[in-house]
């Protein structure tokens, strides 16, 4: 059979700390894993990136009117009293590398090796992306073949899915596929994105398997990720929301797909942060939702899917035919959908402080 099967997850989130005391962090974690090409690139592209890496929407360019608002060179006012996922103890590369193992150890050792290895990111790092996929081949210990995607933001691991489908369609030899999603935001690039919506670190992972009667786990009955042209955060007032347009019509179309309807779905997982999107999916589900979608969050990039899903699945093992719609947007224009059907729970791998995500 060629349809894809995930068959264990994993995740890892930080503890959330004040965004003040994550400037005061981050540069102990920088001395620690000291890079000097890094710091000189970091001082070369912005020599007074400051607060800006921190700004808050205050310091934001105000595009009705096309000019900017100063940014300020000190700490972070003390009013920004979000919290965010930070990663202290380890980096990009090295947390990326705990999620893969853990779902890689706790496999029995009579099943097939990994086939191929992908890793999604938005933040780079002292290690080039490629070195990060390369290491996580060589961790794995298989001759698997290793590569990244990114530029994506939360979008990447349906764009991996996507990919994975077509790889066991079009290459019969390819059984497992390891999707890895790791993030970890460093100077000078800013923890806010969007106003009301910072990154946060986190890893996670999954495994994908060409189905079987003897694996149990989610079916991945359609995946789909696409881009939104155009100015996507400030829509003119009363013309539509193209971004929501798009993700109610890819959900509309995978559900026409597979003959079904809007009350087939029986769980909804998606990050919260854009009220539009929200609003749009469970308005096209005819299902209300809690208003805490639209507070201030953190997003965890190209980890933010998996690891909600994860943490959806470890509170509640889904019965068979259970269908799951799996969705996600990512900064720049980008959304995704994946619709699941569990036929047996997969395993959920939580080895370390895996926290809710908020």
Request: charged share 15%.
């Amino acid at each position: 059979m060629n349809i894809p099967v995930i068959t264990a997850l994993t995740a890892w989130v930080p503890q959330a700390i004040p965004l003040p005391r994550s400037t005061t962090s981050e540069p102990a974690l920088r001395r620690a894993n000291a890079q000097p090409g890094w710091d000189v690139w970091t001082r070369s592209w912005h020599p007074d990136y400051g607060y800006w890496r921190e700004a808050g929407p205050q310091t934001w360019p105000d595009k009705r009117t096309d000019t900017s608002r100063p940014v300020h060179s000190g700490p972070p006012p003390a009013d920004i009293a979000w919290a965010v996922p930070v990663a202290t103890g380890m980096d990009l590369s090295g947390f990326a590398t705990k999620v893969a193992i853990s779902i890689c150890t706790a496999r029995a050792h009579n099943t097939r090796p990994v086939d191929v290895v992908m890793f999604c990111h938005s933040t780079p790092d002292e290690h080039v992306p490629a070195t990060i996929a390369g290491r996580l081949r060589a961790e794995i210990g298989a001759p698997c073949f290793p590569f990244s995607l990114s530029q994506q933001h939360g979008v990447s691991p349906f764009t991996a899915l996507r990919l994975a489908h077509d790889l066991l369609v079009a290459e019969p030899d390819v059984h497992t596929i390891l999707i890895v999603a790791a993030e970890k935001w460093c100077p000078p690039f800013s923890r806010i994105c969007e106003p009301g919506i910072m990154h946060g670190d986190a890893a996670a992972a999954l495994l994908v398997e060409r189905a079987d009667h003897s694996k149990a786990g989610l079916l991945l009955l359609d995946v789909a990720a696409r881009h939104v042209p155009g100015d996507i955060r400030l829509p003119t007032a009363g013309a539509p929301d193209a971004w929501a347009l798009t993700l109610k019509s890819m959900i509309g179309l995978s559900l026409m797909r597979h003959g079904l309807q809007h009350n087939d779905i029986h769980d909804v997982v998606g990050p919260p942060g854009v009220p539009s999107l929200t609003d749009a999916v469970y308005a096209l589900l005819r299902r209300p939702h809690a208003s805490v979608c639209h507070q201030a969050c953190a997003h965890l990039g190209a980890a933010e899917a998996i690891a909600r899903l994860a943490h959806t699945l470890s509170c509640c093992s889904p019965p068979r035919e259970h269908r799951v719609l799996l969705w996600g947007y990512g900064i720049g224009g980008f959304v995704g959908t994946a619709l699941l059907e569990a036929h047996g729970a997969p395993a959920i791998y939580q080895p370390y402080d895996v926290r809710p995500v908020s």
